[in-house]
Structure formats: structure tokens, C-alpha cells
């Protein structure tokens, strides 16, 4: 009886502590990301502040399909409409423009529980480098808030995405 007490106490005991190194581990399934997100922030830090990559009021959407789909995109609010009305015809200007102001890629996606990582198995995007890459990528999921830090390709070094459950589809 006596060690059936202390064993119940010691799983009990571990359990919490778990809870509290990981304080948002306890409550996530693999299934918990499903679902579509909208874009809060993506920032990178240059000299000690944080900076939206693509500026103020971005807008972006991010949905993980329970097939193990995923789509994302991000969008500069002010993206250039083109003078000459015709997508094949921008001007040099206007390309460059809406290529750095812009991000999206697609391909398939899993939870990695025991490490805390939502792997991108990305099949295409916008920057061609990252097609069919494996990208790793650490998050926390805070009830209706996912974050995540992605690898340092925009030239700045890491960025932090956070994202925002989006309830009214």
C-alpha cells in the first residue's frame, strides 16, 4: 500500500514538472495545428527591435488540412497594382517589388510532438531555394495562437511568424 502511495505520488510529481517545462505540451495532439490561421506578425530582429518583414498590416493565410496538407501565404499590404494591367508585362520595378513583398509555399506537413517542431515538407513556393526541402521549424501553440521561428532567409537571419486561429471560416 505504502508503495503504491509513493509510486502515485512520483508519477504525479513528474507529470507536473513535465507540464511545467513544457507548459503547452500537455494540451497538443498532432491534430491541434488543423485548421486555417491568419497572419499576426513576421518579424526578424535587427538591432535589438523587432521588424515586420512585410511591413505594416501584412496579410496572410496559413492551412494545415487534416490530410497533412499545408498552403501559406504572406502579403505586403501595399503590394503595387501594375500599370500595364497584364501579370506578364510588369515592369522590372513592379516584379521586384511584389517579390519582396511576398511569400508562399505548399506541400505536406507533420507535428513532431517529442521535439516541439512542425516539419515543412515544402513541394513549391515563391523563393525557388526551399523547393523540396525538409524544414524543421520550433513552435508553441498557445490556445488560439501558433508561433513559430522559420530559417534565416529573407537576410536578415531568423524570423518569428505568428499566427492566429481564424474562427470565422
Known sequence: M??????????????ASTLFAFPYAGAQDATSVVGTWKLVSLTVMKSGSPVEILGDHAEGQLVFG??????LIA???????????????ASPDES????????????????????????FHIRKGTF????G????????????????????????????????RDRNR
Open 2 to 15: 505504502q508503495r503504491r502511495r509513493i509510486a502515485s505520488i512520483a508519477s504525479a510529481a513528474l507529470g
Open 66 to 71: 487534416d490530410d497533412g496538407r499545408y498552403t
Open 75 to 89: 502579403v505586403r499590404s501595399n503590394l503595387p497594382k501594375l500599370a500595364s494591367g497584364n501579370r506578364l508585362s
Open 96 to 119: 521586384q517589388r511584389i517579390l519582396q513583398g511576398s511569400v508562399a509555399h505548399f506541400g505536406t506537413y507533420v507535428v513532431q510532438l517529442a521535439t516541439h517542431q512542425i516539419e
Open 133 to 164: 526541402e525538409t524544414q524543421a521549424r520550433p513552435f508553441v501553440l498557445d490556445g488560439d495562437r501558433l508561433t513559430y521561428i522559420t530559417p534565416g532567409s529573407f537576410g536578415y537571419g531568423a524570423s518569428t511568424a505568428v499566427w492566429q
Open 128 to 131: 525557388p531555394n526551399w523547393d
